[in-house]
Nanobody
Framework: QVQLVESGGGLVQPGGSLRLSCAAS????????MGWYRQAPGKQRELVAF???????HYVDSVKGRFTISRDNAKNTVYLQMNNLKPEDTAVYYC????????WGQGTQVTVSS
């Protein structure tokens, strides 16, 4: 059973930045595509970005050019650098593999507001 622990969220003004981290237990981390997802109030959880074990990345259009996903396989950790944040980025952010395991971490709240 893989455990996922997200951190780094908070309240930030529009145009600000945050860096999210996700620590994953389990030895299979390095072989999996890892992703960041988010769920805004009243909306379904959606994929934001993923990164393959070799470093290739994919982003949804709404975050391209603003968010950067990265990973450290030695630390079983995946990161999401978020720049130029917008109010519509407000959500609980989760990490999981892509496609996701059935179980999720607690997520980390990101609130973009002036």
């Amino acid at each position: 059973q893989v455990q996922l622990v997200e951190s780094g969220g908070g309240l930030v003004q529009p145009g600000g930045s945050l860096r999210l981290s996700c620590a994953a237990s389990g030895s299979i981390f390095s072989t999996n595509i890892m992703g960041w997802y988010r769920q805004a109030p009243g909306k379904q959880r959606e994929l934001v970005a993923f990164i393959r074990s070799g470093g290739d990345t994919h982003y949804v259009d709404s975050v391209k050019g603003r968010f950067t996903i990265s990973r450290d396989n030695a630390k079983n950790t995946v990161y999401l650098q978020m720049n130029n944040l917008k109010p519509e980025d407000t959500a609980v952010y989760y990490c999981n593999k892509y496609p996701p395991w059935p179980s999720w971490g607690q997520g980390t709240q990101v609130t973009v507001s002036s």
